[in-house]
């Protein structure tokens, strides 16, 4: 498995956001041969759907994020700047959707889901 920075997209720091664009945290996890090396949180003030550039922002140097759902817009936004969603089916915790990851069995859908319209 090449290195990865992948981010998990929280509004609690336990669990994975139902909605990527409502998260208040990101958790950065840089994975070099399948194991977690090191992991840094980023936090922003708003959960206000339809603000892509500070989420872009907080994910910067992530090659892809795991979230529970996503407007078009902002997967549009994510692709523009090499992010590649992990829209995952049903809820998970942090901990559950990384080592899934990390087993190559996290379930994700290409389904575009945003809860605000």
């Known amino acids: 498995m090449p290195s990865i920075c992948l981010a998990i997209a ?5 669990s994975v956001c139902d909605h990527l664009a409502r998260s208040t ?19 922003r003030a708003s959960d206000t759907c339809g603000n ?11 090659q ?5 759902g996503i407007g078009q ?9 090499g ?3 992990l829209v995952v089916e049903g809820s998970h915790s942090i901990d ?6 990390l087993a190559g069995s996290l379930v994700t859908s290409g389904e575009r889901v945003c809860l605000c319209h």
């Open 10 to 14: 929280s509004a609690d720091g336990v």
């Open 83 to 85: 992010i590649e969603p």
């Open 64 to 68: 892809a994020v795991i979230c529970g």
């Open 52 to 62: 892509h550039a500070s989420f872009v922002e907080m994910l910067r140097g992530a």
């Open 25 to 43: 945290s990101y958790l950065l996890l840089e994975i070099e041969d399948g194991r977690i090396t090191s992991g840094a949180w980023r936090t």
């Open 73 to 81: 817009g902002a997967a549009d936004s994510l692709a523009a700047h």
């Open 96 to 101: 559950e959707a990384v080592n899934r990851y």
